[in-house]
Structure formats: C-alpha cells, structure tokens
C-alpha cells in the first residue's frame, strides 16, 4: 500500500531537549516535504527536497532542520523545540511537481507539543 | 497559483449527493483544478484533478465550466466519514511543492 509513514504521532517535549520526527515514503518518490498546521494559518511549508542531498527552506524554516540521506526519508528535526513550534506536523510526498497529473501524499501527522 | 474562494461550510444528508463548488475566475489556461480534504486533524488526501473535461473517480467527480472559471466536487453518495474540510487548489503542477490549502468548505453529512 502508498503511505506516509510518520512516527511519533504524539509527542511532548520540554523547550531545548533536541527531537526528531521521522517521515518514510514508500512510493519511491522525489519530492518531499514538511508543513505545519496552526489554527487560523493553514499549512506552511517548513523545508522540502527535490531528492537525495537536495534540501530547501519553505515558508517557516526557522528553527528546523532536515536531511535527505536516502531517497525514502525525510526527518525533521527540532534542535531546541520552544513553545511557539507546538503545533501539527505533517510529511508529505509526491513525484516532482512538473509532472502534472501527480498528486501529493501526506503522512497522518504528529502532533507535538512543547511546555 | 490562482485564487480560489469556497463556501465556508455545507451540510448534506447521508446518502445524497454533496455538491461543493470553487470559484476560481483568475485561472490561467495552463493551470490544474485539485481537490483535496481533511478529516478532523489527519493528513490531507487527494480526492481528484482536472484540467478542461469533466473527471470521475472512485471517490468523486469533478465538474468543470466550459470557461473554467468555476468547478464543482460531487460525492455521490456522502456518507457520514466523508465529513470533513473540503480543499479546491488551482496550480500549474502537482505534487507536494508549497501546497496552499486556504480556509476550504467544511462538510457535514448528517445522518
């Protein structure tokens, strides 16, 4: 089956204690990417990669890391989550965006937390 | 990407048809209508795309105007787990690239 595989889906952390979120596709897919979702704001892209080595900041990338080592994951990573990152998270993938009749797939989301 | 604008919210009776319209009278000619939707807080899920005809898939249909400049989703037959944010996106290309989902039509089906 085509999935978004993002784990954990819940989490809570205490501000400056690094996390990471790991995100896998099985679809053999070379764009992927990394939003938030906050009330009222919709989702905002934090990074996203064309393919393996090749990342790019999004609208939001303060704070965030990620790496594209392998072609099927794209972990995000909070050095030193703060309250303001609390927020839903989702990964998402598809083929890349000129081929026009792809579609995006997104993981079930994590919902983090930072007190 | 063009704009769209979409009700804010719907209701449907289970097993009627659900009509969900988008205007986007902006559209370029190159540009793909996408509809995607949100059940409460999961990941977003591609419904269906067209860009001139008229598309049916296994979840729905999409109805575009001759001139383009408006569509319409239908589910057929909503059931009560297709409530949920219903989201139309006007763009040159698929994929995952900077998606911008806006406010969408929140739908109820009602038992």
């Known amino acids: 089956e085509a999935q978004v595989t993002q784990n954990p889906r819940y989490l809570i952390t205490v501000t400056g204690k690094k996390l990471t979120v790991t995100c896998s596709q099985n679809m053999n897919h070379e764009y992927m990417s990394w939003y938030r979702q906050d009330p009222g704001l919709g989702l905002r892209q934090i990074y996203y990669?064309?393919?393996?080595?090749?990342?790019d900041k999004g609208d939001v990338p303060e704070g965030y890391k990620v790496s594209r080592k392998e072609k099927r994951n794209f972990p995000l990573i909070l050095e030193s989550p703060s309250p303001n990152q609390t927020s839903l998270y989702f990964c998402a993938s598809s083929l890349l965006g000129r081929d026009r009749d792809t579609e995006a797939f997104f993981g079930q989301g994590t919902r983090l937390t930072v007190v | 990407d063009a704009k769209t604008t979409q009700p804010t919210s719907m209701d449907c009776a289970e097993g009627r048809a659900a009509n969900l319209p988008c205007n986007h009278s902006?559209?370029?000619?190159?540009?793909?209508v996408y509809w995607y939707r949100q059940i409460h807080s999961q990941g977003p899920q591609y419904i269906i795309h067209?860009?001139?005809n008229n598309e049916t898939n296994e979840m729905a249909s999409l109805i575009i105007t001759e001139d383009r400049k408006s569509s319409t989703l239908i589910l057929p037959h909503a059931t009560l787990r297709d409530t949920a944010v219903y989201y139309c996106?006007?763009?040159?290309?698929?994929?995952?690239?900077?998606?911008?989902f806006g406010t969408g039509t929140r739908l109820t089906v009602i038992p």
């Open positions: 067209g860009l001139k």
């Open positions: 990669s064309m393919n393996v080595e090749v990342t």
């Open positions: 902006t559209i370029s000619g190159n540009e793909y």
């Open positions: 996106i006007v763009r040159v290309d698929g994929g995952a690239n900077n998606l911008f």
